[in-house]
């Protein structure tokens, strides 16, 4: 400011954003996050330095190149909605398509599509003024989804709401993410609204960027004390998930091996339960020292003598929804992925770690020896 009359808005940024992610810039007021995302598709011209989608250099466009790439590849959702007042809801969300010269038909159910995909279809009739923020914020999220952009630009978007429609927003996202895979790049000042919806996180602080990574990547490795004070009040427990805290797990095949085999790797290994897999890995259920004695003695195969009715939980759940399913088990929880395979077990003092935000990924002695000793009573070994 002294030697040039002039203040930094950005410094010596550089970043990637990989397709169909969700990459959310986040930072206090006068981080220069909004600056940055400006930038990015030049609302404000970049000082120096380059903006490449599609290996072409955003920053070195002509005016009418530029406004084709945001015609057609660029689209931002703005915090105050930016509807036309005048015009319907359909009519806000046909306007992008209008702008391109797409027929009035055609515009018309790409536009329809686009609300029935934000729920808003009912209302397209009404106007800006008839509707609630949030639904006012669904429109002009439809409206740049009617488009079809490759990259939607969110700059605040839901900072304006009530924090009750603010969750339904974030919520509506995710969804409408898991439908469309479009790449997002999302600004935000609230860092629990970043970790919720956000693939990778960007923390700023005075125009340039302290850290890059996932959310859990932030919380448990800050990479510096501004990033680690910055995050210190956040509740893991709603971060963290059950792929976070899982152990390996201990299984028998099923398929292949019998009660023998079963109860030699319960003594190996000192546990009286095991998890039941097929080839593949798929669960099965559980098996227990007495079922596998049943099963020698009966001359039954393991299939026949497994409980069914394991408890599990997707590797994605968090850890905040896994501690009253696990408060009063006895066992431990098996984790599964997308095609319920078996990738670990959740035991109880991993989640007590992390809901007491300890850092049950760290070499702390008394997270582990918590852990060791919940193990012990839950029948799995330490190692497992």
């Not at 005016?63 to 930016?82: A, H, I, P, S, Y």
């Not at 593949?280 to 026949?304: C, F, I, P, W």
């Amino acid at each position: 400011m002294e030697e040039t009359g002039a203040t930094v808005g950005v410094h010596d940024v550089s970043f990637d954003v990989n397709e169909g992610e969700v990459f959310v810039i986040m930072g206090l007021s006068g981080s220069g996050k909004s600056t940055l995302i400006r930038l990015i598709n030049r609302l404000i011209e970049p000082t120096s330095g380059e903006v490449y989608i599609d290996d072409e250099d955003i920053s070195k466009m002509s005016k009418e190149d530029l406004r084709e790439v945001r015609r057609t590849k660029l689209n931002m959702v703005f915090q105050n909605f930016g509807l036309f007042p005048q015009r319907t809801v359909l009519e806000n969300t046909e306007y992008g398509l209008e702008v391109r010269g797409v027929g009035k038909e055609e515009r018309r159910q790409k536009a329809e599509e686009a609300l029935d995909n934000s729920g808003l279809l009912s209302v397209k009739d009404q106007y800006p003024n008839q509707l609630s923020g949030g639904m006012q914020q669904r429109v002009g999220l439809a409206r740049a989804l009617a488009n079809n952009p490759e990259v939607l630009l969110m700059d605040e978007a839901f900072s304006a709401l009530d924090p009750l429609i603010r969750r339904d927003m974030q919520d509506d996202l995710l969804d409408l993410q898991e439908k469309m895979q479009k790449t997002i790049i999302f600004i935000t000042h609230d860092l629990n609204e970043a970790l919720r919806i956000g693939d990778r996180i960007a923390l700023m602080r005075d125009g340039k960027i302290m850290q890059i990574g996932t959310g859990e990547d932030i919380l448990t490795h800050p990479a510096n004390d501004f990033v680690r004070e910055f995050t210190e009040d956040i509740d893991r427990s709603k971060v963290l998930t059950a792929e976070n805290i899982m152990e390996p797990a201990l299984t028998i095949n099923v398929e292949a091996d019998g009660p023998n085999v079963a109860l030699q790797r319960m003594r190996k290994e000192e546990i009286s339960m095991l998890l039941a897999v097929d080839r593949k890995r798929y669960l099965k259920g559980s098996l227990t020292a007495e079922e596998a004695l049943n099963a020698r003695k009966n001359d039954k195969m393991l299939k026949e003598v497994i409980d069914k009715n394991v408890r599990k939980v997707e590797k994605d759940t968090l850890v905040t929804d896994i501690f009253d399913m696990i408060s009063d088990s006895a066992a431990p929880l098996a984790v599964v992925d997308e095609e319920d395979r078996v990738v670990g077990v959740v035991v109880r003092g991993s989640v007590i770690g992390a809901m007491t935000d300890i850092d049950t990924k760290d070499n702390d002695s008394q997270s582990t020896t918590e852990t060791e000793e919940a193990a012990d009573k839950e029948g799995v070994s330490a190692d497992a």
